[in-house]
């Protein structure tokens, strides 16, 4: 029904997923597609487009608030997908969810309290915690071949630390993909409420997770209620991350406000008006492109998976949410620099797995979100280089 097969060079429009290709000395009339940054390369779904087309032949670009109808749309998807039923007046937009990262940082921390994250983990979590002069322990997730388990025990330690004040988690987990389950994630609850921290739940992924797992709503746990920040947003998923829209969820009052507070402070703007139309549309009309999506996701994965069965050094990790897959060449015998080199002179161009934290320095991530026939196309150029180097 859908189209997933067409794609074009992106950097004639300068997008960020497309900058690696110059790297590699590669221009837009180049046909190969990169599997970097968390965006996809498939059409965005048709009722998507009409929506925004509509409502700019129809309606002054202003500056705009949410909308009840906006708000009902949301709250409305929230309880379908998740069972949450979070308070219509706990809501408020923000551009993205890394904007929100940092401003709950600025909100509820100063300079040199601790900021507590799971490692490896998406880059953006140190860079707002860090560049806000914040201290950053780290809990370092226990590595079943890129199946990762959360280390309680080193949690309960640094939660004690009275300068710890806050917690960030990815749920689901980038760049792992790992669904956390219902008991980790009560877990995490039960250590935060009794050391008094926030916690602040990304949960950008959570739409899109597979047969075989479910995704918690951290605002769901009981002992979550009164000390957290749930992100949300329809972006990744339906592919709108240019259009700058995200919900954050803040039930305690006090902590709402602050983070309102800090938002203006900062000069930060509500959500971009055509990104709360999208994400209403996709909210309302969205459901089977997402499932259909979900299985050419899949569908890559499986050719993925096929493609590193039989080849010593390479573990691929279970894709249980979004369209990141997750690799380990760690047994390759290979440095990481080699390795990165060689990809780069296959033009496999994926995310170097040492930008998400040292604990993966021998991973890449590869962003499964193209048409089939291009992912092809990348791993018969990976498997020539490999051969070249007597690696297979």
Not at 88 to 110: C, E, H, M, N, Q
Not at 223 to 245: E, F, M, R, V, W
Not at 342 to 354: R, V
Request: charge should be neutral.
């Amino acid at each position: 029904m859908y189209n997933f097969k067409d794609t074009y060079n992106r950097l004639i429009e300068e997008a960020s997923k497309y900058q690696c290709l110059r790297s590699v000395g590669l221009d837009e009339k180049s046909d190969i597609v990169p599997m970097t940054t968390a965006d996809m390369d498939f059409k965005l779904a048709d009722e998507i487009g009409k929506e925004i087309k509509k409502y700019v032949d129809s309606h002054v670009l202003g500056y705009s608030r949410m909308t009840q109808e906006y708000l009902d749309v949301c709250l409305a998807y929230y309880k379908k997908n998740y069972n949450y039923e979070p308070k219509r007046d706990a809501i408020v937009t923000v551009p993205g969810i890394v904007t929100a990262l940092s401003t709950a940082v600025g909100a509820y921390t100063k300079e040199n309290d601790k900021v507590i994250i799971f490692t490896p983990v998406y880059p953006p979590f140190y860079e707002v915690v860090e560049m806000q002069n914040r201290e950053l322990p780290k809990c370092k997730l226990i590595d079943e071949g890129g199946n990762y388990k959360i280390n309680f025990k080193e949690l309960e330690e640094l939660a004690k630390d009275k300068k710890a004040k806050l917690i960030l988690l990815s749920n689901p987990h980038n760049p792992g993909s790992r669904v956390w389950t219902k008991e980790e994630l009560e877990k995490i609850a039960k250590i935060a409420k009794e050391n008094n921290l926030i916690v602040v739940s990304d949960e950008i992924h959570s739409d899109v997770i597979y047969d075989g797992y479910k995704h918690t709503c951290y605002g769901n746990l009981s002992d979550a209620k009164d000390n957290s920040i749930i992100c949300h947003a329809a972006s990744k998923t339906y592919n709108i991350a240019g259009l700058q829209c995200s919900n954050i969820i803040i039930e305690n009052k006090d902590l709402y406000n602050k983070f309102v507070q800090t938002n203006l402070s900062r000069g930060i703007e509500r959500a971009n008006i055509l990104g709360m139309v999208a994400t209403k549309a996709a909210y309302e009309k969205g459901e089977l492109w997402k499932e259909e999506m979900k299985k050419v996701v899949m569908g890559n994965y499986d050719l993925l998976k096929d493609f590193f069965k039989d080849k010593k050094g390479f573990k691929l990790a279970d894709l249980e949410s979004s369209f990141l897959a997750w690799l380990s060449y760690k047994d390759l015998g290979i440095s990481h620099d080699d390795f990165i080199k060689l990809i780069h002179q296959a033009k496999f161009l994926a995310a170097d797995g040492l930008d998400y934290g040292k604990e993966s320095e021998y991973y890449i991530r590869i962003n499964l979100g193209l048409p089939k026939e291009k992912l092809k196309e990348n791993l018969d150029r990976l498997e020539e280089k490999l051969k070249d180097r007597n690696l297979i």
